[in-house]
């Protein structure tokens, strides 16, 4: 398997551009989480789905946050507009079972610089 | 606001000696999972501990928890370079999926 795989890895864009990341969890798994990491606030869940349903999204930090999981295969993770304190590295993690206690496996990240 | 806190921030030791970091959290959990996480990369699972364990071995990890201190222990014994990275600890609150945060991770560095 290859793993969670995330897309793009890098990604610059100019304040008060949408950005979409996005997501592929490990075949089989049916939990899929969103993260923010960044030095000052550390790794921070934003939101996790189970079986495609959003289940906490308490951690979306406001209305430009947008989250969706369409199907099993693919989240996608969107900003409009991005402002520049959202550059950060994003991961995407998924997990098998129904609730985010369960061992959880990361992709790459995408780190978004927003200008 | 932030349930697991790891202590030291940062730890730096010589290759084959061992390392200790702790893991303090604030509410009841279901359980206590260990991660690292190599410069660049996504986070790795390295362990997982239930409430009504008290300790967990896998290779050269040692892990302990003590519910009534609220609070958990990983070790690295005979440490090795390739062990640098920073670690994390991450629980769950005993309400079903919710609340599971990550503290701010320990920065271990083995100088070879």
């Known amino acids: 398997d290859a793993g969670v795989i995330q897309s793009p890895r890098h990604e610059v864009t100019e304040m008060g551009q949408e950005v979409t990341l996005r997501c592929k969890p490990i075949?089989?798994?049916?939990?899929l989480f969103w993260y923010r990491q960044t030095m000052m606030r550390g790794l921070e869940l934003l939101i996790y789905f189970n079986n495609n349903v959003p289940i906490d999204d308490s951690g979306m930090p406001e209305d430009r946050f947008s989250a969706k999981m369409p199907n099993a295969s693919f989240s996608t993770l969107k900003i409009q507009p991005s402002e520049p304190r959202d550059s950060a590295v994003y991961f995407c993690a998924s997990s098998f079972g129904e609730h985010s206690y369960n061992e959880q496996f990361f992709g790459p990240g995408t780190r978004l610089t927003v200008l | 606001s932030q349930q697991g806190e790891e202590d030291p921030q940062a730890l730096s030791i010589q290759e084959g000696e061992n390392a200790t970091m702790n893991c303090s959290y604030k509410?009841?959990?279901?359980?206590l999972q260990w991660y690292r996480q190599n410069s660049g990369r996504g986070l790795v699972h390295l362990i997982l501990i239930r409430s009504n364990e008290r300790e967990k071995h896998s290779g050269r990890l040692r892990v302990t928890l003590d519910t009534s201190k609220k609070s958990s222990s990983l070790l690295i014994t005979a440490s090795r370079a390739a062990d640098t990275a920073s670690y994390f600890c991450?629980?769950?609150?005993?309400?079903?999926?919710?609340?599971?945060?990550f503290g701010p991770g320990t920065r271990l560095s083995v100088l070879p």
């Open positions: 509410t009841s959990i279901n359980n």
């Open positions: 075949s089989g798994h049916n939990s």
């Open positions: 991450a629980t769950d609150g005993d309400n079903y999926g919710q609340n599971f945060v």
